[in-house]
């Protein structure tokens, strides 16, 4: 288990960035993938980007292909979410979770994959 702390958010202009960061304590962070996922008022929480446990692998929604860099430093145990042209669609309260693997290569897209999860940083895009 880890316990995940997400920070970075804030409010910007549509067609800037932000950069997220999840900070991971636990021994076994390396051994963990790692997912962003993300809910705006009203709605379902939805996946947004993960890696795999060494960052070989990732994976993201098609609304954020081409604009989202899910990375992870192991060393700092700490994943990072670069989003650049940021539109007003991507507001939401986006948070960061876990899930312990032994397959390295894999990631998790999904909701229920993940068992750790932090409390959320809030990404506003003004237009």
């Known amino acids: 288990q880890v316990q995940l702390v997400e920070s970075g958010g804030g409010l910007v202009q549509a067609g800037g960035s932000l950069r997220l960061s999840c900070a991971a304590s636990g021994r076994t962070f390396s051994n963990h993938a790692i997912g962003w996922f993300r809910q705006a008022p009203g709605k379902e929480r939805e996946f947004v980007a993960a890696t795999s446990t060494s960052g070989g692998s990732t994976d993201y929604a098609d609304s954020v292909k081409g604009r989202f860099t899910v990375s992870r430093d192991n060393a700092k145990k700490t994943v990072y979410l670069q989003m650049n042209s940021l539109k007003p669609g991507d507001t939401a309260l986006y948070y960061c979770?876990?899930?312990?693997?032994?397959?390295?290569?894999?990631?998790?897209?999904?909701?229920?994959?993940?068992?750790?999860w932090g409390q959320g940083t809030q990404v506003t895009v003004s237009s």
């Open positions: 979770a876990g899930r312990l693997t032994a397959y390295r290569g894999r990631v998790y897209t999904t909701h229920g994959d993940y068992t750790d």
